[in-house]
């Protein structure tokens, strides 16, 4: 069974004759007749009534219209679909980590959407971890994510587009909260609340410590810089984070560390060598132009 076919059956019904059939197929009567011959040979069931020169649908014929327009509608649905997608309304799936949440990725995209030929795309947003980006990224369950850089992905085109200053947050009141700055091994002397050590800032800041033999106290760990700086707030402990502006809204007081430059490195992150819709690599190629320069 082809669609051929079923677009013969379908326009046999709808004239019930099957040289107006031939006719608006642009196909010869005898060819238009072996194909519902062999049609119905295959289903093996009789399709049609022959009276004279008109034909009439049989019980089963009927039965068997209402699946073949269900089908046909959907092929036209699919087709129509495809064109949407390859041209300039086509359909983006992005994911990125909670401190682009508030003001960058909608940023961004807006931006991207205000651009004539972009205005038709739509995107799909998903707030998650570095590491389930990753994974959602080999899935084809995003076409493009936002996070850490993770090694040994070769598959994987990473791009950074920010940077993030580290900063220490502290409860008002706390003894280094009456600083300008503070020295290194401080971060030793008192509880640290940390980042998630499967989270791309949870490894971060590990790696940081270590690289400055720190010992530090980690009491807890949490998601996200909105749940930590909860925590500080209320005098659970200090902590190392990336400095974003969710810290504004707690009562806390951000401090820089003296004589270090701590940033930590946001990527735009892709498949190699991967087919991407024409939304997509628009989507890519804009980010890689603009999205350093907010």
């Not at 034909?55 to 014929?61: Q, V």
């Not at 940081?208 to 005098?235: F, K, M, Q, R």
């Not at 984070?241 to 809204?249: C, F, I, P, Q, Y």
């Not at 930590?264 to 190699?272: D, F, I, P």
């Amino acid at each position: 069974m082809t669609l051929n076919q079923l677009l013969y059956f379908q326009t046999i019904a709808k004239h019930q004759h099957f040289r107006l059939a031939a006719s608006e197929l642009n196909i010869s009567q005898p060819s238009l007749s072996r194909s519902i011959s062999n049609l119905e040979d295959e289903l093996g069931i009789v399709l049609f009534e022959r009276k004279g020169r008109s034909i009439n649908l049989t019980k089963y014929g009927r039965i068997f219209l209402e699946h073949v327009n269900q089908i046909l509608s959907d092929v036209k649905a699919a087709e129509e679909q495809m064109r949407k997608l390859s041209g300039d309304a086509g359909h983006v799936d992005i994911a990125y980590v909670f401190p682009l949440a508030s003001h960058y990725i909608p940023h961004m995209v807006r931006q991207f959407l205000q651009r004539d030929n972009n205005k038709n795309v739509r995107f799909n947003f998903h707030q998650s971890y570095t590491g389930e980006m990753i994974e959602g990224l080999k899935n084809e369950r995003y076409d493009v994510i936002f996070g850490s850089y993770v090694e040994n992905e070769p598959g994987i085109q990473f791009i950074p587009i920010l940077n993030q200053e580290m900063v220490v947050i502290t409860p008002i009141g706390h003894p280094l909260a009456q600083k300008d700055a503070i020295d290194i091994h401080d971060l030793e002397c008192y509880p640290i609340i940390g980042y998630d050590k499967t989270s791309g800032l949870g490894r971060f800041t590990n790696r940081t410590y270590a690289s400055y033999s720190l010992h530090p106290n980690i009491i807890c760990e949490s998601p996200d810089e909105n749940a930590i700086a909860s925590l500080v707030a209320e005098n659970f402990g200090i902590a190392l984070v990336a400095n974003v502006s969710t810290l504004e809204h707690f009562p806390l007081v951000t401090l820089r560390i003296k004589d270090i430059s701590w940033q930590h490195t946001v990527y735009l992150a892709y498949l190699k060598d991967h087919y991407q819709i024409p939304a997509v690599k628009n989507f890519i190629s804009f980010i890689k132009k603009e999205g350093s320069h907010l």
